[in-house]
């Protein structure tokens, strides 16, 4: 059974500046997906980005980057110039190629001061 | 605008005392899922069905129950309640079994089970 590991329960960072969330992974398939969802008070599920594992260019999204690292099973979110509005829980996703079902690591609390 | 709706956001209430969570989706999505998101843990699927009359087990499917009468819709049944389901739970959707299309989340609903 795939499993998604996040080993940061809480991180901080400073307005403006850059951090990075990490996110490991264990699997056997060669295809899958990697999500990284924002859930911020209110309590929705937000996609950030995501990754196909066949696609080697890492995906961005405005100032969310990923590192995918397939051999290393390692897909960490870099977020730059970080804003108020960044702080929430981010939960890294799996799902393999042919099926539906996510399966989420336990979460990182991301706490930004002003 | 295409959207997963929830009913209740919110419950409190007994041990035993039979409950539905409604989810409704919009989007013709032929995949439908419900999770629980408990601290710690992440987001832990608890059934899926992957098109109407067509459900099977996520991977906590004890003391919940669901039904897949008609497409967009999409319950999930708690028989008799207890103090371990409190939870918040979510339902998602997606176009089929496989789409490399991004879940729909709904918005969560908390439920507290006295």
């Known amino acids: 059974a795939q499993t998604v590991t996040q080993s940061q329960p809480e991180m901080s960072v400073q307005e403006a500046e850059t951090v990075t969330l990490s996110c490991t992974y264990d699997?056997?398939?060669?295809?899958?997906?990697l999500f990284w969802y924002k859930q911020p008070p209110s309590r929705q599920m937000i996609l950030v980005i995501r990754?196909?594992?066949?696609?080697?260019q890492n995906a961005t999204e405005n100032r969310f980057s990923v590192n995918f690292q397939k051999a290393a099973k390692s897909f960490s979110l870099k977020i730059s110039d970080s804003q108020l509005g960044d702080a929430a829980m981010y939960f890294c996703a799996y799902r393999s190629a042919g099926g539906n079902k996510l399966v989420f690591g336990a979460g990182t609390i991301l706490r930004v001061k002003s | 605008e295409a959207q997963v709706t929830q009913n209740p956001r919110y419950l409190i209430t007994v041990t035993g005392k039979k409950l539905t969570v409604t989810c409704s989706q919009n989007?013709?999505?032929?995949?439908m899922s419900w999770y629980r998101q408990d601290p710690g843990l992440g987001l832990r699927q608890i059934y899926y069905s992957m098109n109407v009359e067509v459900t099977d087990k996520g991977d906590v499917p004890e003391g919940y129950k669901v039904s897949r009468k008609e497409k967009r819709n999409f319950p999930l049944i708690l028989e008799s309640p207890s103090p371990n389901q409190t939870s918040l739970y979510f339902c998602?959707?997606?176009?089929?079994?496989?789409?490399?299309?991004?879940?729909?989340f709904g918005d969560g609903t908390r439920l507290s089970i006295l």
């Open positions: 989007m013709n999505h032929e995949y």
């Open positions: 998602a959707s997606s176009e089929w079994q496989g789409s490399n299309q991004p879940q729909h």
């Open positions: 990754q196909e594992a066949y696609k080697q």
């Open positions: 699997t056997s398939e060669s295809d899958y997906y």
